[in-house]
């Protein structure tokens, strides 16, 4: 497995790559890697005829406060689960070499579609821009046929795709399905910020949208119900930052609902702020 922290010798070795006719599939990363980003390695590695994965924690997609500087960051251990899961190779840049003037600078930044305004754009107002920059940036230096994301972050998904559409990028977004400890907690790297008590009670997020899948399979279309029954099962989490039934292209709110709807939440766990949702069908 070969590693790279600059960008001109990744973009080298992925040239070289497509010369020899060898599609490339490429993971983006914030590290602190388990089998949710491991599922992703494995649809690429699937896919693709050569898989790159990208480590950075992207300053500018944190806010003042958040958690940029406790962010774990086991590289030794996450290299070898990549060389394990038969990655070829990994980008490792630092913050210099991505952002050469400072993350503060006012440089260049892509400024995403509507669908990041709500829900976490809301909470975390520069996130977005700080995920579609630094996207834009990581495939400038890993040209990719595809690029594979997670529904844990469906939001993100969404800002992503927007991206790739409005701005006609080559690479094509793949959307991976979100992986789950056997007692339904989405895998998150922040997950190992919760103690034993705090790893019990966010169990309640995923149950609640159980609770609401079950009452959609049974045919309730009331998306107000829908929320109620979402918020009546959080209550072991000690905040609630969204807990929505919304459009599932848009993320706008929708009342009785005719289309493919999304339910989604945000909610803190002591300290620990975590995502999870559920995709919702009609049929
Ligand atoms: N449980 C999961 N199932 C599927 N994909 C996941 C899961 N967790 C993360 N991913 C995906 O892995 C990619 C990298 O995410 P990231 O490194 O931020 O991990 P994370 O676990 O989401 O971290 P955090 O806890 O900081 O949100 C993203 O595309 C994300 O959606
Ligand atoms: C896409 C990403 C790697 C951009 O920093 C990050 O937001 C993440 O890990 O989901
Ligand atoms: N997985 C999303 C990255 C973040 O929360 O910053």
Known sequence: MET?????????????????????????TMGALHEGHLSLVQAATSSCDRCVTTIFVNPTQF??????????RPLEDDLAMLRDAGVDAVFLPNTKEMYPGGPEQKSTSVQPSAVALPLEGLHRPDHFVGVATVVMKLFQAVPSDRAFFGRKDFQQLCVIEHMVRDLN???????????????????????????????????????SLAQVERAFAEGNRDSQHLESILVDHLGDCDSVDYAVVVDRETLAPVSAISKNVVALVAA??????????RELYVD
């Open 169 to 207: 990028l080559a690479t094509e977004v793949v959307p991976c399905e979100i992986i789950r400890e056997s007692d339904g907690l989405a895998m998150s790297s922040r997950n190992r910020y919760l103690s034993d008590d705090e790893r019990q009670r966010a169990l309640c997020i995923s149950r």
């Open 63 to 72: 806010a003042a406060g958040e958690d940029l500087d406790q962010y774990p």
């Open 268 to 277: 803190r766990v002591g300290a620990t702020r975590l995502i999870d949702n």
């Open 4 to 28: 790279f922290s600059s960008i001109d010798a990744m973009r080298a070795w992925c040239r070289q790559q497509t010369r020899s006719g060898d599609t490339i599939g490429l993971v983006p």
